[in-house]
T-cell receptor
Framework: AQSVTQLGSHVSVSEGALVLLRCNYS??????LFWYVQYPNQGLQLLLK??????LVKGINGFEAEFKKSETSFHLTKPSAHMSDAAEYFC??????????????FGKGTHLIIQP | GAGVSQSPSNKVTEKGKDVELRCDPI?????LYWYRQSLGQGLEFLIY????????KSGLPSDRFSAERTGGSVSTLTIQRTQQEDSAVYLC?????????????FGPGTRLTVT
């Protein structure tokens, strides 16, 4: 079975600073990896995905993530934080078996706080 | 185009009552998923439909939970004899399962409060 660990339930950065949200996964087969963002009282919005193509994945709103198999990591970064980035971020994994029958396994989430 | 929609957006019910939560997936999406989001448990996968079929129901928390999908479109999640621990946000997602793409698109959720 697969699992996801997000280090840091809360991360605080200054506006304009680098954002780094950490995600490590465990999977016995090559995984599909996703980052989702959730704004207050809203559903989940896909930021980016890794599906075994390029290891450096670019997403929306200036975010990107790098898949590192040797480290079993898929950390999310953004060079310069904006106040509008304040939200909850979730890393998720799917092994894609049976056309997605196992659904997504999510990490516990990281609450990103942007300091003015 | 229209995204995933869910109704109701909020539901308050008394302990012991039955509730039905509805999900309308993105048109043409063959796969549909239900998740539960709660403070204590985070995001939990409940069940998945490919077409009208649910291959694996083991993610449902108890036999009070059931789900169905008709016409390959709308899905209903039913909770019988609700308990306070059922209070959570229930999220629905849909996906167009194609080779190399398993991204899921989520609805806004139904917030269920059991009093």
């Amino acid at each position: 079975a697969q699992s996801v660990t997000q280090l840091g339930s809360h991360v605080s950065v200054s506006e304009g600073a680098l954002v780094l949200l950490r995600c490590n996964y465990s999977s016995s087969v090559p995984p599909y990896l996703f980052w989702y963002v959730q704004y207050p009282n809203q559903g989940l919005q896909l930021l980016l995905k890794y599906t075994s193509a390029a290891t450096l994945v670019k997403g929306i709103n200036g975010f990107e993530a790098e898949f590192k198999k040797s480290e079993t990591s898929f950390h999310l970064t953004k060079p310069s934080a904006h106040m509008s980035d304040a939200a909850e971020y979730f890393c998720a994994v799917s092994v894609g078996s049976g056309g997605g029958a196992d659904g997504l396994t999510f990490g516990k989430g990281t609450h990103l706080i942007i300091q003015p | 185009g229209a995204g995933v929609s869910q109704s109701p957006s909020n539901k308050v019910t008394e302990k012991g009552k039955d509730v039905e939560l509805r999900c309308d997936p993105i048109s043409g999406h063959t796969a549909l998923y239900w998740y539960r989001q709660s403070l204590g448990q985070g995001l939990e996968f409940l069940i998945y439909f490919q077409g009208n079929s649910a291959p694996d129901k083991s993610g449902l928390p108890s036999d009070r939970f059931s789900a169905e999908r008709t016409g390959g479109s709308v899905s209903t999640l039913t909770i019988q004899r609700t308990q306070q621990e059922d209070s959570a946000v229930y999220l629905c997602a849909s996906s167009l399962i194609t080779s190399g793409s398993y991204e899921q698109y989520f609805g806004p959720g139904t917030r269920l409060t059991v009093t």
